[in-house]
């Protein structure tokens, strides 16, 4: 069974950095593109950011350019987001997944930005 497990969240405040993380099993992590996706009170899923399988590209929605940063690790199937100057907009659920739509996606974790 394909397993995404996310950590890292938090509360944080506006400024501040949250680094999450995602552990995977049960599929062939070094084979697939990942993203990370979030859901805010009250809206939709929402696409963040994907990296490719080799990690040599990454894509980024408009909002956190320049702030969070994908990585991954293929050895360890772990996947990462290094968020900085976090903004209260970026409260959400974070959630790792296999698609950009999120339809593959773990639990998620709680990121609560407020002062």
């Known amino acids: 069974d394909v397993q995404l497990v996310e950590s890292g969240g938090g509360l944080v405040q506006p400024g501040g950095s949250l680094r999450l993380s995602c552990a995977t099993s049960?599929?062939?992590?070094?084979?697939?593109?990942m993203s990370w996706v979030r859901q805010s009170p009250g809206k939709g899923l929402e696409w963040v950011s994907t990296i490719a399988s080799t990690g040599g590209t990454t894509r980024y929605r408009e909002s956190v350019k320049g702030r969070f940063t994908i990585s991954r690790d293929n050895a360890k199937n772990t996947l990462f987001l290094q968020m900085n100057s976090l903004q209260t907009e970026d409260t959400a659920v974070y959630y790792c997944?296999?698609?950009?739509?999120?339809?593959?996606r773990g639990q998620g974790t709680q990121v609560t930005v407020s002062s």
């Open positions: 997944a296999l698609d950009v739509d999120g339809r593959r």
């Open positions: 049960g599929f062939t992590f070094r084979i697939f593109d």
